[in-house]
Nanobody
């Protein structure tokens, strides 16, 4: 059982930046495919970014390409999401996700979820 704890959310103005972190409880963190999902008010959960075990393969939602960067530090068992040029439509609860493999369009294949961290972007 992997426990995931997100941090780094907050309130920013449009154009600002935030860096989310996700700390994993297990030293086997390096074995997991990792990602970030988000869920805005009244919306379904959607995939934002994902990263392979070694960090060499990434996937991004079209809406965040060029603005968000996902990365991982396997020595620290931590996943990151650097978010730049934030827009009001990025407002959502952001969830860290771990699994053997999943696609951004298929959150049902995620094995473990964090509790979420709120990001609010004002115009």
């Amino acid at each position: 059982q992997v426990q995931l704890v997100e941090s780094g959310g907050g309130s920013v103005q449009a154009g600002g930046s935030l860096r989310l972190s996700c700390a994993a409880s297990e030293s086997t963190f390096w074995r997991y495919y990792m990602g970030w999902f988000r869920q805005g008010p009244g919306k379904e959960r959607e995939g934002v970014a994902a990263l392979s075990t070694g960090g060499g393969v990434t996937a991004y939602a079209d809406s965040v390409k060029g603005r968000f960067t996902i990365s991982r530090d396997n020595n620290k068992n931590t996943l990151y999401l650097q978010m730049n040029s934030l827009k009001p439509e990025d407002t959502a609860m952001y969830y860290c996700a771990a699994g053997q493999y999943f696609e951004l369009s298929r959150p049902g294949r995620v094995d473990y979820w964090g509790q979420g961290t709120q990001v609010t972007v004002s115009s």
